[in-house]
């Protein structure tokens, strides 16, 4: 059995410099923040490569992942498989720290492979935005922006996920929703704990205890009393099914949901 997916984020931190109230991951509703060191990261893409054989685009991400002491290291890491990432490994960064020196080396190394993504959120939130992109041009590294100030956003804006609320109550209407929405449909999995999830809101779901935690929907990575043949198969149930547990809490992000204005900063402190 090959297990072959599109996309996968892992997230290297929960900390953020920014504070967004509609924050696609919850990252300042987190109160056991915590930042993934390299020698967590060698286990998780060590483990993460045995049971994936190969994947289109390999995100890494927070939180802010340029406030992980170990990011360099870690992308370093990432690096090392990419003969089994076909697509990509994207960073995204929210414009808010300079890239260092070392890092934009290594993107240089492996251009082919490399796309940086920019959250830009305006001057005042994106600080050096400006800066990053001009480096990145002037260094030839692939990049993209993601618009999420003034007009023209990217996705129309964002999307308000606070209400866990029961939203589907047949499995055929949870369906038929998680089919409109970008994630599900595009197959996002993210790697959160050292468990890979359908997406950042299920695991928050898990997390908060919203929902409960049910086999075939995640995959324990670093669980090794799982025999690697039953997480690749777990793996690709949760690649085929229509839609999560956490599906049914959620209006999806899908074309015809509500937009809010990207961004909003909470006044307390993450």
């Known amino acids: 059995m090959e297990t072959r997916i599109k996309r996968t984020a892992l997230n290297i931190t929960t900390y953020c410099n920014l504070n967004c109230k509609h924050c696609l991951a919850f990252i300042p509703y987190y109160n056991d923040k915590h930042s993934m060191s390299i020698e967590e990261a060698r286990g998780v893409l ?13 995100t890494v991400t927070g939180g802010e992942p340029l406030l992980n002491k170990d990011v360099y290291q870690i992308l370093n890491e990432v690096f090392l498989y990419e003969q089994q ?5 994207d960073f995204v960064t929210n414009g808010t720290i300079e890239i260092s020196e070392e890092i934009l080396r290594l993107f240089e190394a492996h251009r082919k492979n490399t796309k940086v993504v920019l ?8 600080t050096k935005i400006n ?17 999420f100030y003034g007009n ?4 129309d804006g964002w999307i308000d996920f606070s209400d866990h609320s029961k939203k589907w109550n047949t499995i055929e209407e949870r369906d038929k929703n ?13 790697i959160n704990a050292g468990e890979i999830h359908c997406c950042s809101r299920s695991f928050w779901r898990i997390h908060e205890g919203i929902i409960p935690k049910i086999e075939g929907e995640y995959v324990a990575l670093m669980d090794e009393e799982i025999p690697l043949e039953q997480k690749r198969k777990d793996l690709m149930e949760m690649y085929e099914k229509k839609s999560s547990t956490s599906c049914g809490y959620c209006v999806g992000l ?16 993450c």
Do not use: M, W
């Open 119 to 126: 959250s830009n959120y305006g001057v005042e939130l994106s």
């Open 254 to 269: 899908c074309n015809d949901v509500p937009r809010v204005k990207p961004a909003q900063q909470l006044k307390f402190k």
């Open 178 to 190: 998680a089919q409109k929405c970008v994630h599900r449909v595009g197959k996002y999995f993210v």
């Open 152 to 155: 023209d956003l990217y996705y």
């Open 131 to 147: 800066v990053i992109e001009e480096e990145l041009k002037r260094r030839n590294i692939n990049y993209r922006v993601s618009k």
């Open 85 to 89: 990432i076909t697509g990509s490994v």
């Open 46 to 58: 060590k483990n993460y490569f045995q049971v994936v054989d190969s994947v289109e685009h390999f």
